[in-house]
């Protein structure tokens, strides 16, 4: 079984090291988060299943790497950098190490983990 440390240790530069400077941004933004595998990346949320109640996602891709956030188009955004997806999503594409952003990304991951679950519900 992949884990997520597995999923970003087999990525290929840049975006291995994108998402090694990803990962303590969201672990240290969501300390009550749990980060596990979800349909073939990773994510982190709330409880024991990710899946159930999303926060946020990494998914590669070969040229970037996609961080997404499940209520993304509820963040303050005023660096304009989030992309609206479907429903309440929104993502930024990241394609060098330097695009990760430690205070900014923090930010909407606080805001996005106090949102989670509301669609669930």
């Given at each position: 079984?992949?884990?997520?440390?597995d999923?970003?240790?087999?990525l290929?530069?840049?975006?291995r090291?994108?998402?090694?400077?990803?990962r303590?941004v969201?672990?240290?933004?969501?300390?009550?988060?749990?980060?596990?595998?979800w349909?073939?990346?990773?994510?982190?949320?709330?409880?024991d299943r990710?899946?159930?109640?999303?926060?946020?996602?990494?998914?590669?891709?070969?040229?970037?790497?996609?961080?997404?956030?499940?209520?993304g188009?509820?963040?303050?955004?005023?660096?304009?950098?989030l992309?609206?997806?479907?429903?309440?999503m929104a993502?930024?594409k990241?394609?060098?190490?330097?695009?990760?952003d430690p205070?900014?990304?923090?930010?909407?991951?606080?805001?996005a983990?106090?949102?989670a679950?509301?669609e669930?519900?």
């Open positions: 079984m992949t884990t997520v440390t999923y970003l240790d087999g290929d530069e840049p975006l090291e994108i998402g090694a400077r990803l303590p969201i672990e240290d933004a969501l300390p009550g988060a749990t980060g596990a595998m349909h073939g990346h990773p994510v982190w949320g709330r409880g990710p899946g159930r109640d999303p926060v946020c996602l990494v998914k590669a891709y070969p040229s970037y790497l996609t961080f997404g956030l499940w209520q188009q509820e963040v303050d955004d005023p660096s304009g950098r992309t609206p997806g479907a429903r309440s993502s930024v990241l394609r060098t190490p330097d695009e990760v205070v900014l990304f923090g930010d909407w991951l606080r805001q983990y106090a949102g679950g509301r669930a519900a």
